[in-house]
């Protein structure tokens, strides 16, 4: 009993960054449900607050960023700096959670907190990994470079990959890498091949075909647990404040009239992106909800980079917020479009809510869960160049033309099949269950 009741317990281990803390909180309230007692150990830049979570212990590490490492644009300099600085306090951590619990269950860790498996494997403590995007991105960045260019074809022989054109983003990771981006590219694969278990926040219908080349080629199980946010549907870790308004201003709108804009946590556009995006969302004549969180243009404070006029031309029609409650508006009856940077979980609430959706990716797996969007599941577009004539026409596309209404459809038959996976014999449901499993298993 007593075994039983210490072999419980886990550690989880969080990535700083809006798209990694929802999934791993979702994670860490889903695990909880099923009986086991968490300990969250998170950097101390962009903290949880532990009082929106009680029934967790968080402790928090010190992570030594510097502001320029804060601001800066290099996201692979950023995770290469955060994983060297918190490794020492990490495993300390570790020991004394350890000491006091008398056994960790496992230590379940965002794949870019890479440097926690190798702590795992220094302390015999199973470590298993959270990929907060899509199964593909496991091969994309780790097995796929490694390969020549005949072995990469033959191992891309699908037609999901096909139409995927993984080619078009092979070269670009291979193009001029820094020497950050090498490194983390090498720690994410290492921790990759050496973890104890995969958990993917997907489902397995959306990535058949690539899901079985990754189950084939990494050693780990994989359990593909999502859509986190329908299973853990209350949890709230938003860094930014959510601005309600907003759900009364589409309470006024139209049944799939609204073409709803957000570009996520991260990405960022200049000024005269800012200017062309307006024009063209204005010239749309639809109604449209835009969120500029503040900072995302330049060095603006918010949106007084606006056009003059602009305003004045839109009126009622539009309703601009710092931070909305995301997965509300995209369920809420009035969006009838999503022109997004195509962020993995952004990507999936779309999905599940039957959204189709404009993309403008901007860095790293945007570009890849666009090309799902547009190829595979053909439902969105993607919006290349950021010119007002180009954004309106592609905007009325989504929103008002037969090819819209198309995308919608297959959006509505992907909606349909995420509620199958959490059903109780859904591909969700039985991951979950062979996951919790594993960790008793491996705990005992
Ligand atoms: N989000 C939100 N309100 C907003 C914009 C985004 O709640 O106004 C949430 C969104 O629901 C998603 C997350 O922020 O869960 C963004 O994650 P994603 O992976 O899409 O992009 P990232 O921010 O990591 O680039």
């Known amino acids: 009993m007593e075994k039983q009741q210490k072999s419980r317990h886990l550690v989880l281990v969080m990535l700083p960054l809006q798209g990694h803390i929802t999934p791993m909180l979702q994670l860490a309230t889903i695990l909880h449900s099923k009986g086991f007692s968490i300990t969250i150990l998170h950097p ?3 903290s949880p607050n532990p009082s929106d979570h009680p ?5 928090s590490i010190p992570d030594k960023l510097t502001k320029s490492q804060l601001s800066d644009n290099d996201v692979a300099g950023f995770m290469q700096s955060l994983n060297k600085n918190c490794a020492a306090p990490l495993q300390q ?4 959670v350890l000491a006091s619990y008398g056994h960790i269950a496992a230590i379940i860790y965002d794949t870019l907190m890479f440097c926690a498996q190798a702590i795992a494997d220094h302390l015999r403590l199973p470590g298993m990994t959270l990929r907060t995007s ?14 020549d260019e005949k072995d990469f074809i033959s191992k891309i022989e699908s037609p999901e990959l096909e139409a995927l054109q993984l080619q078009r983003f092979r070269s670009l990771l291979s193009h001029n890498p820094t020497e950050a981006m090498v490194e983390v590219r090498a720690a994410f694969t290492n921790a990759v091949m050496s973890t104890s278990a ?3 926040n997907s489902m397995e219908f959306l990535e058949q075909e690539a899901l079985s080349k990754v189950k084939k080629l990494v050693p780990a199980p994989i359990f593909t647990i999502g859509p986190l ?3 853990a549907p209350t949890v709230c870790c938003s860094l930014f404040t959510e601005d309600d308004k907003c759900i009364s201003w589409l309470n006024n709108q139209a049944p799939e009239s609204v073409i709803y804009v957000s570009f996520g946590s991260m990405a960022g556009i200049d000024k005269q992106e800012l200017i062309e995006a307006a024009w063209g969302l204005a010239n749309s004549e639809l ?5 500029v969180r503040p900072g995302m243009v330049g060095s603006s404070e918010w949106i007084e980079l606006l056009p ?7 009126g009622q029609r539009a309703c601009i917020v710092q931070w909305t409650p995301q997965k509300q508006v995209l369920a809420h009856a009035a969006v009838g479009g999503f022109w997004s940077h195509c962020g993995w979980n952004s990507s999936v609430e779309s999905i599940c809510e039957g959204v189709p959706m404009l993309c403008k990716p901007f860095f790293g797996d945007q570009v890849l869960n666009t090309s799902y969007i547009c190829n595979v599941w053909k439902i969105g577009l993607e919006l290349h160049e950021l010119e007002r004539g180009n954004v309106e026409r592609r905007i009325k596309r989504v929103m008002v033309d037969m090819e819209g209404k198309e995308m919608r459809k297959r959006a509505m038959e992907l909606k349909k099949d995420a509620v199958v996976c959490l059903m109780k014999e859904g591909s969700t449901s039985c991951c979950l269950n062979d996951l919790t499993n594993q960790i008793s298993l491996s705990s005992v």
Request: some cysteine.
């Open 44 to 46: 101390e830049f962009n």
């Open 287 to 291: 109604p449209f909800l835009w969120v």
């Open 134 to 147: 899509s199964a593909t991105t496991l091969l994309f960045y780790t097995v796929f470079p490694e390969l």
């Open 93 to 96: 951590c570790l020991n004394k």
């Open 198 to 200: 995969i958990i993917v």
């Open 308 to 314: 003059n006029g602009f305003r004045e031309s839109v």
């Open 229 to 231: 946010h329908k299973l």
């Open 55 to 59: 029934e967790f212990t968080f402790v």
